[in-house]
């Protein structure tokens, strides 16, 4: 059975798209640490990132790279952090999560509610600078 991020990637599952490219896709977290949480994944299903091989997993970071300096254009921090837990999910995902201080990281932290109409605002400010890179 496909997963929830495989679903997410292939738009059966409705989600707010920051970047993509034929093989990872980057969507904003349902449930951010702070405006900008952003989670990158591959298309093809794999669940624990490390036991990607090493052209694959060159090409993830290039890309969440990327996606980090888009993120960073469009909600200025000190430091876009990279986090890997894979806890609920077993899809393997890049956290980036845009830094004032290193509280920012901290996953025990509350989550915002954001309303979607702020969600597609922050996809979209990171789409857009994407499309610049
Ligand atoms: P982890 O597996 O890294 O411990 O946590 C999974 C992350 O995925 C959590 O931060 C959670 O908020 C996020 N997440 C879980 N389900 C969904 C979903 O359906 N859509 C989105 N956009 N994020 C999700």
Redesign the pocket.
Known sequence: MAT??TK?AQGE?P??KCAENDEFYA???????VKG?T?VIPRREVDYIFDMEDDEIGRYQIFAKKVARAIKAAFPCIKVGE?????????A?I?LVPMQSEKDLN?ANA?LKLEPAEMQEIADKIYAEFQKL
């Open positions: 929830i991020f997410i599952i989600s707010y969507f904003l977290d349902i449930n951010p640490l949480h989670l986090a890997v837990l894979g806890l609920e999910v077993n899809h995902h956290h996953f989550k």
